[in-house]
């Protein structure tokens, strides 16, 4: 069964540095992008960007580019999410969704757990 | 950018009534390249139709996707206690980005 595990929730204080975790699970992590898609509280999805963990090719919103990093360790089937200086405005739910058919434009499916982050001070 | 526009935003029907879902894009989709997603409260959103109009594995026959061009419609053909839930669309034309409509909440009336 193919499955996405997400670290745990994070409260942060604003400017403060985080990276959060997702971890694929039956299948060859290194030939499906990934992605993370945000949802603010009582809010949509946006989806943040996207990384093809075999060759580190990552794409990402033009709304979230600077924002955020999106990094991957295909030898532990690993993908990240990083901010280096929290706002307040980065609270949200954090979704890591693999796209599941190896190409970029992609549904998603399936979809991690969710990593709830709080940044307030 | 293709921007999705879901309607109504809220939708209140009963248990075995007809639910009917729009999403409307500002451009077209070609290829049919939309999906349909499911959230209950305090849950990940679930891949429902692909394609938009073919059902992921384990969804019930009763979710249907259609539409081509800019018009799409998720329908659910006789309301379950379980189906009432927030439905989003997602294009996945081209990019970046990646882009879902706002959103239809389905709730109880």
């Known amino acids: 069964e193919v499955q996405l595990a997400q670290s745990g929730a994070e409260v942060k204080k604003p400017g403060g540095s985080l990276k959060i975790s997702c971890k694929g699970s039956?299948?060859?992590?290194?030939?499906?992008?990934i992605g993370w898609v945000r949802q603010m509280p009582g809010i949509g999805l946006e989806w943040m960007g996207s990384?093809?963990?075999?060759?580190?090719?990552?794409r990402y919103s033009p709304s979230f580019q600077g924002q955020v990093t999106i990094s991957a360790d295909k030898s532990i089937s690993t993908a990240y999410l990083q901010w280096s200086s929290l706002k307040a405005s980065d609270t949200a739910m954090y979704y890591c969704?693999?796209?599941?058919?190896?190409?970029?434009?992609?549904?998603?499916?399936?979809w991690g757990q969710g990593t709830l982050v709080t940044v307030s001070s | 950018e293709i921007v999705l526009t879901q309607s109504p935003g809220t939708l209140s029907l009963s248990p075995g009534e007809r639910a009917t879902l729009s999403c409307r894009a500002s451009?077209?989709?070609?290829?049919?390249?939309l999906a349909w997603y499911q959230q209950k409260p305090g849950q990940a959103p679930r891949l429902l139709i692909f394609?938009?109009?073919i059902r992921a594995t384990g969804i019930p026959d009763r979710f249907s996707g259609s539409g081509s061009g800019t018009d799409f419609t998720l329908t659910i053909s006789r309301l379950e206690p379980e189906d009432f839930a927030v439905y989003y669309c997602?294009?996945?034309?081209?990019?970046?980005?990646?882009?879902f409509g706002g959103g239809t909440k389905v709730e109880i009336k």
């Open positions: 990384i093809y963990p075999g060759d580190s090719d990552t």
């Open positions: 969704v693999r796209h599941p058919s190896g190409r970029f434009s992609n549904w998603f499916d399936p």
């Open positions: 451009q077209s989709i070609t290829n049919n390249y």
């Open positions: 394609a938009a109009s």
């Open positions: 039956g299948y060859n992590f290194a030939n499906y992008w």
């Open positions: 997602q294009q996945y034309v081209n990019s970046p980005p990646l882009t």
